[in-house]
């Protein structure tokens, strides 16, 4: 062949994952809502983390935030209303390979979830955690959540909320074994992915509380966090989220804080004059329950039954 020599090898490329190996079913989150935002996010971690689709699994409960799965590209599990966690731990538990993204909302997770949250974030499962917090129910159009701020018109408190909201930050950081709790707003898209970031590769239960925009039904709260950017404290540390120039830029209000020490991080958290941004705690050796849970589970049928029947010999008469 004219002097050129004959290559008959098939070059095999390894697979490479674009932003569309993630994409799912067309978004219908209304126009402006953060919720399109977070999806980005995480579709684009997901590409920079090069993690196959076939080994990624969405799970949500119900709200809003919950139609996540079906718009990622990825295996899903739309769940019922609070159950999410539940159905992540069991997932984790029996393949413990796979990645978790679990997608709640501050209804789902911090009323009717309560009890699974606070029971995950002690078991401490390696999986992600997006608790979508827009301070309000959005899905059954507009009633009082338990982060509604005091005052707050609903649906079902037309004179406003009368009572307090409930704290995310201080609750999660007072459950034994929490590892990871982060929060950021959706209006700062770089830090956002940052920390999402740091949630997925922190080996334990990354909780990330991201303050949502609901241009529908709580215009309000974020326009009113948005206007003035002094309200937001921007956490900052070598230990901490990587932050960009830009990010420092959008909010002025700053402090050094050290993500190893818990107490600081509660002092923080308490804090309600001012919305913490960034990684306020985050211990990575703190336990994994799948860790202790799925040995074993490589064990054919003929070994685990020899094991069941040499347990009931023990009681043999
Ligand atoms: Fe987003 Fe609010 Fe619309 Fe729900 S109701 S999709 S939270 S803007
Ligand atoms: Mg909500």
Known sequence: MFGMKADWSLEVFERYFTIGDYAGGEARWCPGCGDHGILTAVQKILRDEQVPPERTVAVSGIGCSSRMPHYLGTFGFH???????????????????LDVWVATGDGDCFSIGTAHWIHAIRYNMDMTLMVFDNGVYGL??????????????????????????????????????ASFVAQVVDWSPPLMYEVLK?????????????????????????????????????????????????????????????????????????????????????????ICYETLSSQGIEFTTKRRLAGLNAALDRFTI
Do not use: W
């Not at 019922?80 to 413990?96: F, T, V």
């Not at 159009?141 to 649906?155: E, I, R």
């Open 79 to 97: 769940g019922l209303h609070g159950r999410a966690l539940p159905i992540a731990c069991g997932i984790k538990s029996r393949r413990p390979e």
């Open 198 to 286: 740091a949630a997925h590769r922190h080996r334990g239960t990354g909780f990330v509380r991201i303050i949502q925009r609901c241009p529908v039904y709580a215009d309000s709260l974020s326009k009113a966090m948005q206007s003035d950017p002094s309200k937001v404290l921007l956490l900052h540390h070598e230990k901490g989220i990587p932050i960009d120039p830009a990010v420092k830029r959008q909010f002025p209000n700053q402090i050094e804080h050290d993500p190893s020490n818990l107490s600081a991080a509660r002092d923080v958290a308490q804090n309600d004059t001012l919305i913490p941004v960034g990684l306020l705690y985050q211990n990575p050796d703190a």
């Open 140 to 177: 059954t159009k507009a009633q009082t959540s338990p982060t509604s701020p005091l005052g707050f018109k609903t649906n079902t408190h037309p004179g406003g909320a009368i009572l307090p909201p409930h704290n995310p930050l201080t609750v999660t950081l007072g459950i034994t074994n």
